[in-house]
């Protein structure tokens, strides 16, 4: 009995000390098809380092950002590696809650990192998180609408021909609509495009002193060309359509062009999913001639936390899935299609990658026509293109996001939602300090 | 002819509790629905609603990328345990409060209901540190102490409302007649507070089944359950509605089969004591 219980015991702390030799690496990543496409390849970079053992926590972006917002914050330690954005890192790298990686393997060559993301990545000449995929955004159009209307759509337009071409496509009768945009508010949804499509219309969200400029000309004229744009020749409801809306209109061929990420190109191309898949066209975001159009910049970037006590393993991990070998092992098992686009400069060399997506040159023009560090037409005093890399923006970006969404619905007037705007967004910059 | 009037009304009556029946269950015969359906499908509109390719994928898709007895098992293990542990403190403390109250009774009622009228999130960052400190973070023990606190207020005047519903008489006559406490306890009152104790195990069982704001702030891997294998299938950007529909599907099938099964005892112990 005693014998029995002994040996039972020694068999535990055995397997226990067995288990304890492999590092097990906690991942925090999103759901979206890269992220899940790496998870499913994972068993190579096991199979490489039998040491390292992985365990994947996936989530919905929002709840994602709340769960490693707030483990960083309180030094959890739950994760060894977060999946974060371009809005992160900067503010993240400040605080020293993110390891400089400077460990990524010798093979990594990270001067092959497309310079606008590798820039978003980097505080005081550091990278703190290595791109897995990058976007920016693009009009993507139906070639057959255009065709049929006479129209025909230039690499890069301006805001008056799509606004010109989005009213002469529109037939609400059967519902064609001309130009479907997000009018969801959100930081991420509405404020994203806003902010991005003010860029080009020489607005800006502060002056060098911090000052909100929603008082500006500027920003009148980009509301009320958005507002008037959308009920003109926008979808019914078009308050409430994000990202996903738009992409199910787009794909039941409901929508003449739509101005978003770059990503969804593999989506409205794909027969599988999308009605139209062989009738869509590609071109830059829009401009005014002032020297900045309306594209933004965004790369979902893995990083570990200072907290984490195993940073070696975790750079491992972190140079294999953003390695040109990983792009090369997604070719082999899922086709160029499938591989992480908008991170490499390599990848859009490939003769390859170019013949399987059609829309990799548009991708890659819109990502280099974004400088997150110089956003704008007139200076300002931070970083990021459709978002102001500063802890307040999430909370100040969904309060703004409310107003413009409001003043599309028509519960508000331009004026007065810009006014609310002003108001809001100085109240909390005082409240940061950032203004007296 | 009054014959013909009463079946008029019984026939009206059916129709119309079907109607509601049925518009309450079609947000999830719905979701069930979409979890046959290609993602593709899922979206389409006009929708359809049985023609079309019915598929198992999702399904497949889902098992291959979660691990779904993993996180149900957790799910189990956090509402039993914490509706079991609730049960044991509620029962002595309604108790208590129904048989020989004093004047701070109702007070001390009132006080524990107020603590449900904070918004959870408030007390987020103070209960995280909580649980960093004490190395809970991400374990089953932990949530089920936390989901235990959050629904004693309700396990506790659930089972106050019960057992004020049972005489005081019917205990004084079996002391009469010579009962000991325990006895009393055992023959008299466990029997008539059967039904109210189950119908709040049944009810709490679902709450902790449900509950998604603590499963899902307090977990990453080891201890999370079925809402955060829900949650990890929704996405900002690309379809994923047949998908999510699929986990839904998963995720509610136990706990909707135990409410079909315990209905009789549910509704018996929500009605309890309505109609005097």
Redesign the interface.
Same mark, same amino acid.
């Given at each position: 009995m005693v014998l029995t219980r002994l040996a039972l015991t020694a068999g535990v702390l055995l397997a226990s000390t067995a288990l304890a030799s492999a590092e097990t690496l906690?991942i +925090?990543t999103? @759901? @979206?098809?890269d992220m899940?496409r790496m998870? *499913?390849l994972s068993s190579e970079f096991t199979a490489q380092n039998p040491d390292i053992e992985l365990?994947?926590? $996936?989530?919905?972006? @929002?709840?994602l950002r709340? *769960?490693v917002t $707030?483990d960083i914050a $309180? *030094?959890?330690?739950?994760?060894d590696i977060m999946t974060i954005g371009t809005y992160e890192v900067p503010i993240w790298a400040k605080q020293n809650w993110l390891v400089a990686l400077d460990d990524l393997g010798a093979d990594y060559d990270v001067d092959d990192l497309l310079p606008a993301i590798r820039g978003g990545l980097t505080v005081d000449g550091k990278l703190y998180a290595a791109p897995f995929y990058g976007e920016s955004s693009m009009v993507m159009y139906r070639t057959d609408l255009f065709e049929k209307a006479g129209i025909d759509m230039p690499d890069a337009p301006t805001w008056d021909f799509v606004a010109d071409a989005a009213r002469k496509i529109t037939d609400k009768d059967n519902e064609i609509y001309g130009v479907c945009l997000r009018g969801k508010a959100g930081w991420?949804e509405n404020t994203a495009f806003l902010s991005a499509t003010a860029n080009s219309f020489g607005a800006r969200w502060f002056d060098m002193d911090w000052n909100p400029q929603f008082d500006t000309p500027q920003w009148k004229n980009t509301l009320t060309f958005y507002v008037d744009l959308l009920n003109d020749a926008g979808p019914p409801g078009a308050s409430s359509n994000?990202? @996903?809306e738009n992409? +199910?209109l787009f794909?039941?061929g409901k929508c003449g062009m739509w101005i978003d +990420?770059t990503? +969804?190109a593999s989506?409205v191309t794909n027969p599988?999913?999308?009605k139209v898949a062989d009738q869509v066209g590609f071109a830059m975001a829009p401009d005014n001639g002032l020297g900045k159009r309306g594209n933004w910049l965004w790369a979902w970037s893995l990083a570990v936390p200072a907290g984490s006590e195993k940073q070696a393993a975790a750079q491992k991990f972190i140079g294999w899935a953003t390695s040109k070998a990983y792009a090369e092992l997604v070719a082999s098992k899922e086709g160029w299609a499938n591989v992480p686009p908008g991170t490499r400069t390599s990848l859009y060399e490939n003769a390859e990658y170019q013949k399987a997506a059609p829309f990799a040159a548009m991708t890659l023009e819109s990502i280099k026509a974004a400088d997150p560090t110089k956003p704008t037409v007139d200076p300002v005093p931070y970083v990021g293109v459709q978002f102001v890399a500063i802890p307040e923006f999430q909370g100040i970006g969904t309060a703004v996001g409310q107003q413009f969404s409001a003043a599309l619905a028509g519960t508000t007037s331009v004026d007065q939602a810009l006014k609310n705007a002003q108001n809001l967004t100085e109240r909390e910059m005082k409240r940061g300090g950032y203004i007296k | 002819m009054a014959r013909e009037t009463t079946r008029n009304r019984k026939l009206v009556f059916t129709v119309i509790g079907w109607t509601i029946g049925l518009t309450l269950f079609f947000p999830i015969l719905w979701t069930i629905i979409t979890s046959f359906k290609?993602? !593709?499908e899922a979206?389409?509109?006009p929708p359809s609603f049985v023609f079309f390719q019915w598929t198992l994928e999702n399904y497949f898709e889902v098992q291959t990328?979660?691990d779904y007895f993993k996180h149900a098992m957790n799910s189990v293990i956090i509402s039993l345990g914490s509706t079991g542990l609730g049960l044991l403190v509620a029962i002595p403390a309604a108790w208590a409060m129904a048989f020989s109250p004093t004047k701070h009774t109702k007070n001390v009622l009132m006080w524990m209901l107020s603590t449900k009228m904070l918004p959870p999130v408030g007390v987020?960052?103070p209960i995280?540190?909580i649980f960093?400190d004490f190395g809970l973070?991400?374990t089953r023990t932990g949530l089920v102490a936390v989901l235990m606190l959050m629904n004693l207020p309700i396990i506790v005047w659930m089972l106050y409302t019960y057992f004020k519903e049972i005489p005081g008489e019917i205990l004084e006559a079996a002391r009469m007649d010579g009962a000991t406490l325990g006895k009393e306890i055992v023959y008299i009152l466990a029997p008539m507070a059967v039904p109210g104790i189950a119908s709040t195990l049944l009810l709490n069982i679902i709450l902790a089944w449900n509950e998604a704001f603590w499963t899902?702030?307090l977990t990453?891997?080891d201890a999370?359950p079925l809402s955060?294998f829900i949650?990890?299938?929704?996405?900002?950007? !690309?379809?994923?509605w047949a998908k999510l529909s699929a986990a839904s599907t998963m995720a509610i099938a136990p706990i909707l089969v135990m409410g079909w099964f315990s209905q009789k005892q549910l509704v018996r112990g929500l009605t309890f004591g309505a109609v005097k």
């Open positions: 906690t +925090a999103v @759901n @979206n098809g899940i998870q *499913k365990e994947w926590v $996936t989530m919905e972006e @929002n709840v709340q *769960k $707030t $309180t *030094k959890g330690g739950q994760f991420g994000g990202f @996903n992409l +199910a794909q039941s +990420a990503v +969804a989506f599988a999913e999308s | 290609t993602e !593709g979206i389409a509109s990328r979660s987020l960052v995280f540190l960093r973070l991400d899902l702030n990453a891997a999370a955060a949650a990890s299938y929704s996405s900002p950007e !690309g379809l994923f």
